[in-house]
């Protein structure tokens, strides 16, 4: 199924025009993982490629479907000449690899943590997965295969990561945008939570 990636660059390259840096990364038994730069002014984009190669599956499923599933990739936005971002190519493949090491299926309101910070000197380990549909439209495929979805991520501090597993996903969302919280400033602290 390794003919939806070239139809997913495409999607990727008509909405946020053309990569300016490629990098890729390869984890013992999983497919390449490539993560792609956009620049647009001082917004820095970076879109894995890969991920939606296979059908996420369900971790319980005794046997994984390889045809039919949800797809998916990656998308995490951040101001530009805030902080060494750069570096955040290889935490986003760990993610982007994570439904074939681990059997999760990635979705709106997921937490995803690397257990590092994302790039050197950065107050979060973790990211909430966001609705997509945004930035970058949905691809359809050929049925019966499910459409791959692009997925933004928002980083997220170590607290609002402990407050969202209590007060969930929505509620985080709701706090930032009460407080008018910048979630692509690279350097941003976190948002108050009482």
Do not use: C
Not at 130 to 159: I, K, S
């Amino acid at each position: 199924m390794a003919d939806v990636l070239p139809l997913v660059e495409a999607r990727l390259r008509t909405a946020l025009g053309e990569p300016d840096a490629r990098a890729a990364v390869t984890f013992l038994g999983t497919d390449r993982i490539e993560v792609l730069r956009f620049t647009d002014g001082d917004i820095v984009r970076y879109a894995t490629l890969g991920m939606s190669a296979q059908p996420m599956s369900d971790p319980t499923a005794a046997l994984a479907d390889p045809v039919q599933g949800p797809r998916a990739e990656l998308v995490l936005s951040v101001r530009a000449g805030r902080a060494d971002t750069d570096k955040v190519l290889r935490p986003l493949a760990v993610l982007a690899a994570s439904p074939q090491v681990e059997g999760v299926v990635v979705a709106p309101g997921a937490s995803l943590d690397v257990g590092e910070p994302l790039w050197p000197g950065a107050p979060f380990t973790s990211v909430l997965v966001a609705e997509p549909g945004g930035l970058v439209e949905d691809l359809e495929l050929d049925p019966p295969r499910d459409p791959v979805r692009f997925l933004p991520l928002l980083p997220m501090t170590l607290n609002e990561a402990a407050w969202k597993r209590v007060q969930g996903a929505g509620a985080l969302q709701e706090r930032w945008l009460t407080h008018g919280t910048d979630l692509r400033d690279p350097a941003r602290g976190s948002v108050p939570l009482t």
